[in-house]
């Protein structure tokens, strides 16, 4: 979830040359922002301490699209009565990248769910009562058809300001199901105009990796089991390079009505949790904000839907775990899943 803050904290690791000419240095940096944590582990050839940098671009990220930031970009369009003007090319980008994802998915990905997220008590204001007949009355509010967005804005992209239209002044735009895969992918353009091909970018677990690590190798990438609470259990490791990966899932978030777990994933199809046995799903693609709504995306379908789907999009590989109904997983992988 994107809220706005500072990074609290950063831990920079550079290991240190000997007398002479510069030579090529891995350095790590860590911290936290947009409500979770960061990593960037990077190989440069003049060592540089891009902290500032990545600092400035988090802040510019959140004045953006951070919905705990009264006065962000996002925040003033869901304020809006039925139009809204703006120049800020993050969130004509992510606005018009999300459309392009719910017709990808049959609507599976939904950024308009924002209103059953609070009737549902899953936003920031925390638990809501729960009222069926409520959460039914705003789904008039729901679709990423009651939002217009200018043909133009691929070629005008923060160069000029555009107008985005709602059908209602109910109608709400949540970034989150893709904001932390699109920052993820900015902090690795950030990298590349720097000249850097070396590279591990991680947001609250949505990585972007580039050429080799340290030792020469592919980037390991550790896939948990799905379980509740803060542990974190191996269930797999991915070998990556030259792409992306994040993982969705509904083990850890949820809330209970009459003794009944409702995970946190909405289906904007039906107004009401995603009630399947798909536990977690991650997703490999070319760019993180594309693995990142696809993630959401597949936990709404649930296992067989998102099988049938992926079956039909072999640009991205996915690997899923299910309840088997026997009190264990069941895991599926895309023929392409690295392993």
Not at 52 to 59: K, T
Not at 71 to 98: C, E, G, I, K, P
Not at 135 to 161: F, K, Q
Not at 202 to 223: D, F, H, K, M, Y
């Amino acid at each position: 979830m994107i809220r706005s803050c500072t990074i609290s904290s950063i831990a920079l690791a550079i290991a240190l040359g000997s007398c002479g000419p510069k030579k090529p240095e891995w350095i790590r940096l860590e911290g936290n922002a947009q409500g979770t944590t960061f990593t960037i582990n990077y190989l440069d050839s003049v060592g540089r301490d891009l902290t500032m940098p990545v600092d400035s671009l988090f802040r510019v990220i959140d004045r953006s699209l951070s919905l705990w930031d009264s006065t962000s970009t996002v925040t003033r369009f869901n304020a809006a009565a039925d139009s809204f003007s703006t120049d800020d090319r993050h969130f004509q980008v992510v606005l018009a990248l999300s459309k392009q994802q719910w017709s990808a998915t049959q609507g599976a990905f939904d950024p308009t769910v924002l209103p059953l997220v609070r009737a549902w008590g899953l936003g920031k204001e925390g638990r809501a009562a729960l009222d069926t007949a409520a959460v039914d009355g705003i789904m008039p509010c729901v679709g990423m058809p009651r939002l217009y967005i200018p043909d133009s804005w691929e070629r005008t992209a923060g160069s000029t300001a555009l107008t985005f239209r709602k059908s209602s002044p109910c109608v709400q735009f949540d970034p989150n199901g893709i904001a932390q895969g699109y920052t993820v992918d900015l902090l690795a353009l950030l990298l590349r105009q720097r000249g850097i091909e070396r590279f591990m970018v991680e947001v609250g677990g949505e990585v972007r990796a580039s050429g080799l690590n340290e030792r020469g190798e592919p980037w390991t990438i550790q896939i948990d089991k799905p379980m509740d609470g803060d542990a974190h259990e191996q269930q797999t490791v991915v070998r990556l390079t030259d792409r992306s990966l994040a993982t969705s899932g509904n083990y850890r978030k949820f809330i209970e009505v009459n003794g009944r777990r409702y995970g946190h994933t909405i289906d904007p199809r039906t107004g009401r949790p995603a009630m399947n046995d798909l536990l977690s799903a991650s997703v490999i693609a070319d760019d993180c904000a594309t693995a990142d709504a696809l993630g959401t995306a597949l936990m709404v379908m649930g296992t067989d839907a998102a099988k049938d789907w992926l079956v039909q999009h072999r640009e991205v590989d996915a690997y899923l775990i299910s309840d088997d109904g026997k009190g264990g997983y069941a895991v599926w992988s895309t023929a392409g899943w690295p392993e």
